[in-house]
């Protein structure tokens, strides 16, 4: 209680106003608080108009305190300079992030040494991900928060609620500073130079013989409405953490199959891919004769399908909607209501869908008929006239395991082998087994022809062909895709925009005030902005020009620091 | 004023720390959405080779082994008895062996399943999602989940008889 009646009693002013704690310069009057300052005669500091800032208490408490430490200029300058060094450490090798596919813990002592094994380490590999840069970023965010409305509020009263007579000690210890004698009735005088400061666009108050002008006090705000639109930037970029905002991923699409995209509820289908390359002629010189093949222009034609019923259930066939197709292009990416999808790359190795086989009498030549055979996914049985095919093996990538048994060495199909059991006339009621490779080079690798010798000995009547390509479908080449999703991007960009807007309202103008009192024909004027001193000097010996007063520009410098 | 002035620190403080630490907790464990020893186990929705669907919720309380493999990686194909050993001897203690094929079509994997006798479940990832969300690279890859859902080790490359004996062991005590 004491110390609260002691601070009362020393911020009230001889104007009879009662100023907060912390205040220098009297909110009504101007006159300096202090008694130090009182008898000082060095220029007045003008921050914030000598306005406590709002926490400034006598007895802080710990809520207090921290508010305090992030309403603090000095603070937040601090955790500025923190920032930049951690994003320069980020800088130093690639981050993970980059890297679609990377084991992390080897990758950096592999490639960077012991340098690299440090990095990784020190968790710079994902400096921008970690909890102290997260932690830094968000503490520079309440500091914003807190640091504006801290001087913001005082400011806007400040501003408001003022006496147009000040202090004489305020207006003398300003930076800019005429005083003269005046002959004329000093109200008349005060009527007379109205018209001159509205004319240079100043907002003029009057009470009797004193008068203050001001304009452009807008761009005091400019900093405060910067700081909005860094605090909407820096929410929306937080934001991106939240499930559905923000997705990146890279896919395979192969040509003519319709695909998932993992974690929505789009399927893609890529209709046809399409690669130009440079001629001979069209590739620079040194890239000439060296059997370069460059691409001109790469191209998926993709159609998009939003997936309406049976989604979740693996066990069903999703039912699609088309919704949206486009000729994806590097960087004319496909975008429906903000998912993108992006030309990332290409792969040209075709590879083989289906084929449609013939069953061939080998004694006579004889076709019984045609089967359609899906390599991936086949059926188990097939009808081909009075024959059963039954498909007892199937191996993507045919190879012999260390007992010699047939493997599939890998889940591609690159070379794929399928094991029939053929039943019908003429045949043992068992059946014969019968292996068929679809790619020709296959067939010859791994001698088809005395497999199946092996396999059905005399009954080795049979034989799977197929007669030209118009029986072979093949998915000529692969694009890969990167689906992008950023809901955040708009307010990123309307958070740059209020800076923007706020940067240019403190930069752009300034905040010009004049003050004039006049005692007994003793005129003072003061003035005060926030920068371009010289442009105000001028324009109030333009304006004193207009009162028939010659002042000389140079005259009205008191001293100090003057831009 | 001096009351609601102090009202209003206390609320924007709040946000702060709210808003804050929900940024650092997502952006930390957000880091290549690899899940890791005590992190949860990821849900699924992978249609099994009984031809219904499956899912984590099934299985809630009890212990998992989950194993990623492919009929063509030898490992995986090694360790396949002693997963099946195991699956039954800890059948009933509440431990359930899940074995996720990675990518192959219903026919090769329903071969292998057949040929080499294994009755746990077996579930397919055709458009590899799971193992998307798993961050699964090598294969086998087995990854023991306690019975309240929580990954208590990542186990990379192959797996004998006596290693998993130990380490459901290990699953089971600890509850």
């Given amino acids: 209680m004491i110390p609260d009646i002691l601070s009362f009693k020393n911020t009230k002013c001889e104007c009879g106003h009662q100023n907060p704690v912390g205040t220098v310069l009297c909110e009504a009057c101007g006159k300096p608080i202090s008694k130090e300052d009182q008898e000082s005669d060095k220029l007045l500091e003008m921050r914030y108009d000598g306005m406590a800032r709002r926490s400034q208490r006598s007895t802080p408490n710990m809520i207090d305190r921290i508010w305090n430490f992030f309403s603090s200029v000095k603070i937040a300058v601090y955790m500025i300079v923190l920032t930049l060094l951690g994003s320069m450490f980020g800088t130093i090798f690639p981050q993970e992030s980059t890297f679609l596919n990377i084991d992390a813990a080897t990758y950096y002592p592999e490639t960077y040494g012991t340098a690299g094994l440090i990095y990784y ?23 914003l928060v807190i640091c504006s409305l801290d001087r913001v509020l005082p400011l806007y009263k400040a501003l408001s609620k003022r006496k147009i007579r000040k202090h004489m000690q305020f207006l003398t210890r300003q930076k800019v500073v005429y005083q003269t004698r005046l002959d004329e009735d000093e109200e008349v005088w005060i009527n007379n130079i109205v018209p001159a400061l509205k004319k240079r666009g100043y907002r003029v108050h009057t009470d009797g013989s004193a008068l203050l002008a001001e304009k452009y ?22 934001a991106r953490g939240l499930p559905g905002l923000n997705m990146d991923q890279h896919l395979a699409f192969p040509e003519g199959e319709i695909k998932p995209i993992p974690n929505t509820s789009f399927y893609l289908k890529n209709e046809k891919f399409t690669v130009e390359y440079y001629t001979e002629d069209d590739l620079p010189e040194e890239f000439k004769g060296k059997g370069k093949m460059l691409p001109k222009l790469f191209q998926t034609q993709a159609t998009l399908y939003e997936c309406t019923a049976d989604c979740k259930d693996p066990s ?15 960087n004319d990416p496909l975008n429906y209501k903000g998912l993108k999808a992006y030309q990332f790359d290409f792969d040209t190795n075709p590879i083989l869908r289906s084929v449609t086989p013939s069953l061939i009498e080998k004694k006579t030549g004889k076709d019984i008929g045609q089967f359609k055979l899906d390599i991936r996914n086949p059926e188990r049985t097939y009808q081909v006239g009075e ?16 007992l010699g048994e047939p493997v599939s060495i890998s889940p591609n199909p690159n070379a794929p082998s399928f094991l029939f059991l053929i039943k019908g006339p003429n045949l043992p009621a068992e059946g014969v087994q019968y292996f068929y490779f679809p790619k020709q080079i296959d067939k010859q690798r791994f001698q088809q022809d005395i497999i199946n010798e092996k396999l059905a000995g005399a009954y080795n009547l049979f034989e799977l062909d197929v007669d030209g390509m118009s029986n072979v479908d093949f998915s000529m ?37 004049i003050w004039i009192r006049i005692d007994e024909g003793d005129l003072t004027l003061a003035a005060h902005t926030n920068k371009n001193w010289f442009g105000i000097r001028k324009e109030i010996t333009v304006v004193l020009q207009k009162v028939n007063m010659e002042v000389d520009e140079k005259s009205l410098d008191n001293g100090g620091n003057q831009v | 004023m001096g009351k609601s002035r102090k009202k209003v620190q206390i609320v924007i403080l709040l946000m702060i720390v709210i808003l804050g630490g929900y940024a650092i907790i997502s952006n930390v464990n957000g880091s290549g959405g690899k899940p890791e020893v005590g992190d949860k186990a990821p849900s699924f929705n992978l249609l099994g080779l009984d031809g219904s669907v499956h899912n984590l919720d099934e299985y809630k309380g009890k212990a998992m082994v989950i194993n990623f493999w492919g009929t063509w990686c030898k490992p ?45 479940p077996i579930l397919l990832d055709p458009n590899k999602e799971a193992i998307q969300s798993y961050g699964i690279s090598p294969l086998p890859t087995t ?15 192959e797996l004998d008889l006596s290693t998993l004996d130990y380490e459901i062991e290990q699953l089971v005590s600890n509850q």
């Fill in chain 1, 387 to 402: 024959y059963t095919l039954n498909l007892v093996e199937k191996y993507m990538d045919f190879g012999m395991n260390d």
């Fill in chain 1, 316 to 330: 069903k066939e999703p039912q699609l909607v088309e919704v949206d197709s486009h000729p994806i292009e590097v």
């Fill in chain 2, 76 to 120: 995986c194909v090694k360790e396949m008895p002693a997963l099946q050993a195991q699956s039954e001897k800890w059948k009933d203690k509440d431990v359930v062996v899940i074995g996720i094929n990675a990518g192959e079509d219903v026919m090769s994997v329903d071969n292998f399943v057949k040929q080499a006798n294994i009755s746990f």
């Fill in chain 1, 477 to 513: 080449s692969t694009t890969y895709l990167n689906i992008r999703v950023d809901k955040v991007m708009p307010f990123v960009w309307l958070g740059s925009a209020i800076g923007m807007l706020g940067l240019v309202m403190g930069f752009y103008w300034q905040h010009r005030r």
């Fill in chain 1, 121 to 143: 380490k020190l968790g710079l590999s994902h400096t921008y991900e970690s909890w102290w840069f997260v932690l830094l970023l968000v503490m520079i965010g309440a500091s």
């Fill in chain 1, 217 to 238: 006090r807008f761009s005091r705000w400019g900093p405060y409405i910067l700081h909005i639109g860094l605090i909407i930037f820096l929410l929306a970029v937080l």
């Fill in chain 2, 143 to 157: 990854l023991f989940v306690a019975a309240d859902g929580r990954i208590k080790k990542i186990h990379l490359g």
